[in-house]
């Protein structure tokens, strides 16, 4: 056991060192400090060499806070001179990491935070950095913070035009914002293209006003030559195969009747109904009389002949004498026609004519007739269409080619399936049909009373708020369950404005139909599909050649 006295002895030894022990403690960590603060390590740059030299002064203004109130100023400002530049140095080397190098941002940065040690070496603030007990020139501390403000704000303004490039966070909102302002570019372009194709298409070339006024100026001058004779009995005669075209267009509706009557095996045993309005009326008869269509009938009537088609019995009529009807049909602004881009097609004034409902009638104005084919003025016939005829149509009324597939053209697409009396009569998922070739059975139609089906419906969408406009959706409502589907080798569409459509499909249709806008008259027509109609144009006759019409 050790001797207590001895441990006693050695623990008064121990308290008689421990004053000297902690003193030399002190000198070592003063010593650690000053080498720290005083060292440069080897290789260091000026931008390094710089701060080290920043680092003393701010050591001896914190030391000479107590002496003089200028010092908290100083301090102060240092203090945000030193944020701003440790900042500079900071994005600098970011841009290292990124690459940056040829950007110049690395050698920006490193220059802006070498501009604040510079800042601090100029001899006329070394005053602002004395030892303990120096005083502050106020004038000189006044230069000083107007110099650190100036490069303050420099930084700030370098570091906020290259933010983006360091920002991915701001990258993603500049692009979003980006990619919004070039969405809304191409929906306005895409509303100014939609417009303008409108208008295209309502226009009529100024060929084809040449050649109905040619046509009219020959009727005037010869008045006796072009008597329509109503009365010949083929005109009526339910053993023939009738046709109804509806058209104010002249030309377009001779190339449906040439293409007809070329195709056609028997043309003597074909009848063409063409109804247009009195203006045309005049030039429509010149140019069925001016040919010879080896032996098929022709017969030109004006729509305003029918009498019993009046506001009183026909609710578009009546409908059509709706101001506001009449200015959403005739908007002739950008901004206001273009709004419900979706229906812009729709925004066309033929809808406003009673040639385009004319169609709903077919069973008062040929009352002795069976059967009929309806064909729009912008199809051109390929094959002899007898054949339909003789299909079985089980009792339907309309016998149309379907148009949908996939989730496409479905009825959900053509009525507001919103409205509870929409919703309640027929299935969104229906396939719908296409205008343009339509084989009617007449005598079914008047058994099933479609006319006034079609007339209960159009009352209702007095207020566009069934359906918006035009004559298919009405159409599907009133055939809606009493519609035969054709094969589609009968009717091929889409030649007025899909490009896509195979030749293989074209040659094998029965009958083609240029629906869209761009019609085959107009130039803004499909070149590869043109000739399909150009070349059913009689381009012989001597009103097209001295009218110019090109085809």
């Known amino acids: 056991?050790?001797?207590?006295?001895?441990?006693?002895?050695?623990?008064?030894?121990?308290?008689?060192?421990?004053?000297?022990?902690?003193?030399?403690?002190?000198?070592?960590?003063?010593?650690?400090?000053?080498?720290?603060?005083?060292?440069?390590?080897?290789?260091?740059?000026?931008?390094?060499?710089?701060?080290?030299?920043?680092?003393?002064?701010?050591?001896?203004?914190?030391?000479?806070?107590?002496?003089?109130?200028?010092?908290?100023?100083?301090?102060?400002?240092?203090?945000?001179?030193?944020?701003?530049?440790?900042?500079?140095?900071?994005?600098?080397?970011?841009?290292?990491?990124?690459?940056?190098?040829?950007?110049?941002?690395?050698?920006?940065?490193?220059?802006?935070?070498?501009?604040?040690?510079?800042?601090?070496?100029?001899?006329?603030?070394?005053?602002?950095?004395?030892?303990?007990?120096?005083?502050?020139?106020?004038?000189?501390?006044?230069?000083?913070?107007?110099?650190?403000?100036?490069?303050?704000?420099?930084?700030?303004?370098?570091?906020?035009?290259?933010?983006?490039?360091?920002?991915?966070?701001?990258?993603?909102?500049?692009?979003?914002?980006?990619?919004?302002?070039?969405?809304?570019?191409?929906?306005?372009?895409?509303?100014?293209?939609?417009?303008?194709?409108?208008?295209?298409?309502?226009?009529?070339?100024?060929?084809?006003?040449?050649?109905?006024?040619?046509?009219?100026?020959?009727?005037?001058?010869?008045?006796?030559?072009?008597?329509?004779?109503?009365?010949?009995p083929q005109l009526e005669d339910p053993k023939l195969y009738h046709y109804a075209i509806f058209s104010d267009n002249v030309l377009a509706a001779s190339v449906v009747v040439n293409s007809a009557v070329?195709?056609?095996?028997?043309?003597?045993?074909?009848?063409?109904?063409?109804?247009?309005?009195?203006?045309?009326?005049?030039?429509?008869q010149v140019m069925f009389k001016m040919k010879n269509y080896n032996g098929a009938h022709v017969e030109v009537k004006a729509v305003e002949d029918y009498e019993f088609l009046n506001p009183e019995y026909v609710p578009v009529l009546r409908q059509l004498e709706n101001a506001k009807l009449q200015e959403f049909y005739f908007e002739n602004k950008l901004e206001n026609a273009t709004k419900d881009t979706n229906n812009m097609k729709f925004r066309n004034p033929k809808y406003l004519s009673m040639l385009n409902h004319l169609r709903f009638y077919l069973p008062e104005i040929y009352p002795k007739l069976h059967r009929i084919l309806f064909l729009?003025?912008?199809?051109?016939?390929?094959?002899?269409?007898?054949?339909?005829?003789?299909?079985?149509?089980?009792?339907?009324?309309?016998?149309?080619?379907?148009?949908c597939f996939g989730s496409f053209h479905r009825y959900w697409q053509y009525m507001n399936f919103s409205h509870p009396l929409i919703k309640e009569k027929f299935d969104p998922k229906a396939c719908a049909w296409a205008y343009g070739m339509n084989f009617f059975d007449l005598d079914a139609w008047r058994k099933q009373k479609c006319t006034e089906q079609y007339h209960y419906w159009q009352e209702k969408n007095e207020n566009r708020t069934l359906w918006k406009l035009g004559t298919l959706p009405p159409g599907l409502i009133t055939f809606y369950s009493t519609t035969k589907p054709l094969d589609k080798s009968w009717h091929v569409l889409g030649l007025g404005y899909n490009p896509s459509i195979s030749m293989d499909e074209i040659q094998n249709a029965g009958v083609v139909h240029f629906n869209g806008n761009m019609k085959p008259w107009l130039d803004i027509a499909m070149p590869q599909?043109?000739?399909l109609w150009a070349k059913y144009v009689d381009s012989n006759m001597d009103v097209v050649q001295k009218c110019n019409f090109g085809v």
Not at 266 to 280: I, R, S, Y
Not at 381 to 391: A, F, S
Request: proline share 4%; with cysteine; glycine share 4%.
């Open 262 to 284: 070329k195709n056609a095996k028997e043309p003597w045993k074909h009848v063409f109904h063409v109804v247009t309005d009195k203006m045309n009326l005049g030039a429509m």
């Open 1 to 232: 056991m050790a001797d207590p006295l001895r441990r006693s002895r050695g623990m008064r030894n121990f308290g008689d060192s421990k004053p000297r022990f902690v003193a030399l403690l002190l000198v070592c960590f003063s010593l650690a400090l000053l080498l720290l603060f005083t060292s440069e390590p080897s290789g260091s740059d000026p931008v390094t060499a710089g701060l080290s030299s920043f680092s003393r002064g701010a050591r001896r203004s914190v030391l000479a806070l107590k002496s003089d109130p200028l010092k908290a100023r100083f301090d102060q400002i240092y203090k945000q001179a030193n944020d701003h530049k440790l900042t500079a140095y900071a994005y600098a080397a970011y841009a290292r990491k990124l690459k940056l190098e040829n950007s110049k941002q690395v050698r920006v940065f490193a220059n802006l935070a070498r501009s604040y040690v510079d800042l601090m070496s100029k001899p006329t603030y070394q005053s602002l950095f004395q030892p303990d007990g120096a005083s502050i020139d106020e004038s000189v501390l006044r230069q000083f913070e107007k110099e650190v403000k100036a490069r303050i704000k420099d930084t700030k303004q370098i570091i906020a035009d290259a933010k983006e490039v360091f920002d991915n966070q701001l990258k993603i909102h500049k692009l979003k914002d980006t990619i919004f302002a070039v969405n809304e570019q191409l929906m306005k372009a895409k509303k100014q293209g939609a417009f303008s194709s409108l208008i295209a298409a309502k226009s009529i070339p100024k060929s084809l006003h040449c050649i109905a006024m040619k046509l009219m100026e020959e009727r005037i001058a010869h008045p006796d030559n072009y008597v329509e004779n109503s009365s010949l």
């Open 376 to 403: 729009d003025d912008d199809v051109v016939v390929q094959k002899d269409l007898t054949g339909l005829w003789k299909i079985d149509m089980d009792g339907k009324v309309n016998g149309a080619v379907e148009t």
């Open 529 to 531: 599909f043109r000739p």
